[in-house]
């Protein structure tokens, strides 16, 4: 048996989250003795492929460099797998947009019941999966020939970036399916970590009451080389853009450290983080949900708490 | 031009859900049942098409057992022209859904489907993709703008670190994102109305889809619960316990 993650990436660097696919696919090689490959699709993504290469653990990575896979539309690179898949036990991809977006497709041309977001792994052909937001955790047990899985990442320690030296094999598939075109894409640009592989992360809720203010939290992830997050109340009331939404609908987030700032802990936004190592909350209302969960919670205006926090963090940092 | 909406019957999303004693699944008996939110987006969005005039018919679709009749009534009510229950009393996984919802648009024609991104209750985000694998359509996933016109969709989809748009040869399959619109609330003349909108019941059999489940659940269990921890009386406290109690900082 032999696992083939699919690489997410931008066609010059891979992205975080292709290495906790990367740990979800070694232990299920751990269980049933098997190679890693990786498949690196994309338009001009030898640097990607490259650099897939050097994590640990894996055997060998496939590129597929064509214009057709550039933009990783799923009509294009949903037959390129499916022409590799004869050679896999599993399928694996990061839980992500893309990962998402491409392998039910690929499941279904395969004829294949996917296995959706898991967090853990039994054995070769049984997974564990949150459903229900998280409020529930079901075993599953794949009757399919080939598993299609994608993977939660923030359930998956990363697995290393450097250390492997993996060979590099062209391969090619049906190129352009001639049903869809990317038109553009417009990406929030930040020097901040992203969301879903920053070991901080400082959120803001409805309680920032607007957009400027989240100035305040931003001066204090800057101080914790954080990234900052939202919850649905604030992107709905358009404080922030919807990418920054952590959630069941949004980022599913792990972090070391987790500041929720004037976020009343609604259901959907605790799926999202409540695996965070440390959970801080900050609130003026002492009865918030938040607390419930919090290891430490701290009542008060936030307007008042947030400057503070800011200014002890630069002192300790002198 | 016909839009088709495939709506799913789920718990409703405010009902704190409970795991059975014996974990084979959740407790679904007596608990308030409603449309998966992200299928409400969908029927609004179809509406918005069909009062646009890019669409003259909205035809929705639910596939399960004969409570799912309601929710087919819920999006009538909203103002959906005519419902399709396909009645089964199975497990219904999202393989055999996308194929029973083939078998029912090869029927009806649409040119645009539209159903929600996931359901709230198995969180699988699959069903689109996998119809439109099944039809050769090209799909669209996490939208949260829907343009049509001269037989294609542009369509802005909700990624991570921002949005991407993409163009799409029309017939195609659509997911809907949260911000894709606000659903509208269904007013008591049109829930009366409703009562009189036709809704075909098929089976399975008449379409000639195994529905056969592929996974099988072989146990659900509650996820471990976090405990609250202390409140902390200061800034300086709070800092100091991360620094020295939690090292995370």
Redesign the interface.
Known sequence: MTVLVVAEHDNKAVKPATLNAVAAASEISQAGGGDIHILVAGQDCRTAADAAAKIAGVAKVLIADDAAYGHGLAENVAPLLVSLAPHYSHLLAPATTQGKNLMPRVAALLDVMQVSDISAIVSTDTFVRPIYAGNALATVQSKDAIKIITVRGTAFPPGEAEGGSAAVEAVSGPGSAGLSEFVKAELSKSERPELTSARVIVSGGRGMQSGDNFHLLEAVADKLGAAVGASRAAVDAGFVPNDYQVGQTGKIVAPELYIAVGISGAIQHLAGMKDSKVIVAINKDEEAPIFQIADYGLVGDLFKILPELDAELAKRQQ | MKALVAVKRV?DYNV??R?KADHTG?ETANVKMSMNPFDEIAIEEALRLREAGTVEEVIVVSAGIQQCQETIRTALAMGADRGVLVLTDAEL???AV?KLLKAVIQKEGPEIVIIGKQA???????????????L???????A?KLTISDGSA?VT?????????????MPAVVTT???LNEPRYASLPNIMKAKKKPIDTVTPDDLGVDVA???????????VK?Q?????G???E??S???TE?R??
């Open positions: 718990v704190k859900v795991v959740v996984q999202p393989l996308a709230i209750d198995d969180d699988c985000n699959q069903t689109g993709q996998m119809l439109a694998a099944l050769g359509w090209p799909q669209a996933t996490f949260s542009e989809r909700e990624v991570d670190g921002g949005l991407e748009t993409v163009k799409l040869k994102d949260l911000r489940p592929r996974l099988v659940t072989l146990k659900v269990e509650e996820p976090r609250g921890g202390v409140k902390v200061s800034v300086e709070l800092v316990k991360l620094k939690a995370v900082i």
